[in-house]
């Protein structure tokens, strides 16, 4: 069976920190990996990751994929009240399949 | 630009009345399109995908049924709501055969009494 997991599942921290959340997956047919934010309504979309090594950035986020450890991690550096959310990993696993972890639920107090 | 609607926001039904959630997109032509559940604290279990009118592949059997009636439609029914179904349903829509993001609707809050 196809599984994501993500951790830690909840994190609280202040304002200006640096956090880094992480992602590992078990899946037969991998081929990519995406995460979102989700803070009330509809997840929004953060990164696509495809191959191993390369450093998505954008802005105060950034992400990377390591394809040999079957893991990625999504930092922010410079947390703000903003950013708090539920931040989603997902796995492409076929041509229309998504396998979702339990997300990160990340609190920045100010 | 392509946006996607989901309607109702929110919906609060007895168990055993059915169920009819509809999703559209705009600005975009043959999407493929997806039905997700969220429990509470969890993730997004994927429940139905549709690369086209009519075509409805199911992930996880159940209780539900999803219809794909015109290419930029897609609706999630159900004849006799359980308890079980409670959650947060959302809609999503993507393009090509793979390797591109799925861009999700506002959800609806579905409560079963």
């Known amino acids: 069976e196809d599984k994501v997991v993500q951790s830690p599942l909840s994190l609280v921290v202040h304002e200006g920190d640096t956090v880094t959340l992480n992602c590992s997956y078990e899946v037969t047919n991998f081929r990519s990996l995406l995460w979102y934010k989700q803070e009330k309504k509809a997840p929004t979309f953060l990164f696509m990751l495809?191959?191993?090594?390369i450093e998505k950035k954008s802005g105060r986020l950034s992400s990377i994929l390591d394809k040999k450890e079957l893991s990625s991690i999504l930092n922010i550096t410079a947390t703000q009240t903003g950013d708090s959310a539920i931040y989603l990993c997902?796995?492409?696993?076929?041509?229309?399949?998504?396998?979702f972890g339990q997300g990160t639920r990340l609190t920045i107090n100010p | 630009s392509q946006t996607i609607h989901q309607w109702p926001a929110t919906l609060v039904q007895p168990v055993g009345s059915p169920l009819s959630l509809e999703c559209t997109v705009e600005?975009?032509?043959?999407?493929?399109l997806y039905w997700y559940r969220q429990a509470a604290g969890r993730g997004l279990q994927l429940l139905f995908y549709s690369v086209g009118i009519g075509q409805i592949s199911s992930e996880v059997p159940q209780n539900l049924s999803a219809s794909r009636p015109q290419d930029r439609q897609f609706i999630l029914s159900s004849k006799k709501l359980l308890l079980s179904d409670s959650g947060f349903y959302l809609c999503a829509w993507s393009v090509g055969p793979g390797n591109q993001p799925q861009h999700f609707g506002d959800g609806t809050r579905l409560s079963i009494l």
């Open positions: 495809t191959s191993s090594g």
């Open positions: 600005g975009t032509s043959n999407p493929n």
């Open positions: 997902a796995v492409e696993v076929g041509a229309q399949k998504l396998v």
